[in-house]
T-cell receptor, first 115, second 111 residues
Framework: EPEVTQTPSHQVTQMGQEVILRCVPI?????FYWYRQILGQKVEFLVS????????KSEIFDDQFSVERPDGSNFTLKIRSTKLEDSAMYFC?????????????FGDGTRLSIL | SQKIEQNSEALNIQEGKTATLTCNYT??????LQWYRQDPGRGPVFLLL?????KEKRKERLKVTFDTTLKQSLFHITASQPADSATYLC??????????FGKGTKLSVIP
């Protein structure tokens, strides 16, 4: 069964550094998402992306964050200047986009640790 | 904005029994609710979706109900097994592509 893959599985970065998290969504999916989960808390929506542009974003997704689909297969999340509170699991997801009530398929996440 | 509440943080049941997990929503009725399973260190895995106009949905040992009067969805696992032990997440899309998740209920099935 096709799956969403994320790299790296664990990223350790100094505060203030830039970090790029990478995802390969399922190949025929049209909608892509980033979510984050701080340890012990709920999964929170960050951003959705469709047709090469952001379609929705949450209050968490401020100017420090950006997303890109640099080629036909990768989808990236960049955090420009990391803060301690950015430490979390970051999940990429994709859906076929036929309608909003379709299941989302999640990767296993990147654990981001900011020192 | 929509809030999804899963009031039980943890549920322990005996193997073979039926586990029932509760999801409540506030404000407006979402167009649909989705249920996911999350294992430690893994991403959520989709299990079932139920639409607002559906009372009940089944898939193998899983059953989901949607009660718009009570603003509640119930998620049942019948004949539970230790392999069903995981955290179960309820999520709402409310017509948008972004999902709002509850905090989850950690289910432990005791042999």
């Amino acid at each position: 069964e096709p799956e969403v893959t994320q790299t790296p599985s664990h990223q350790v970065t100094q505060m203030g550094q830039e970090v790029i998290l990478r995802c390969v969504p399922i190949s025929n999916h049209l909608y892509f998402y980033w979510y984050r989960q701080i340890l012990g808390q709920k999964v929170e929506f960050l951003v959705s992306f469709y047709n090469n542009e952001i379609s929705e974003k949450s209050e968490i997704f401020d100017d420090q964050f950006s997303v890109e689909r640099p080629d036909g297969s990768n989808f990236t999340l960049k955090i420009r200047s990391t803060k301690l509170e950015d430490s979390a699991m970051y999940f990429c997801a994709s859906s076929d986009g036929v309608s909003s009530n379709q299941p989302q398929h999640f990767g296993d996440g990147t654990r981001l640790s900011i020192l | 904005s929509q809030k999804i509440e899963q009031n039980s943080e943890a549920l322990n049941i005996q193997e073979g029994k039926t586990a029932t997990l509760t999801c409540n929503y506030t404000n407006y009725s979402p167009a649909y609710l989705q249920w996911y399973r999350q294992d430690p260190g893994r991403g959520p895995v989709f299990l079932l979706l139920i639409r607002e106009n559906e009372k009940e949905k089944r898939k193998e040992r899983l059953k989901v109900t949607f009660d718009t009067t009570l603003k509640q969805s119930l998620f049942h696992i019948t004949a539970s097994q230790p392999a069903d032990s995981a955290t179960y997440l309820c999520a709402s899309g409310a017509g948008s592509y972004q999902l709002t998740f509850g905090k989850g209920t950690k289910l432990s099935v005791i042999p």
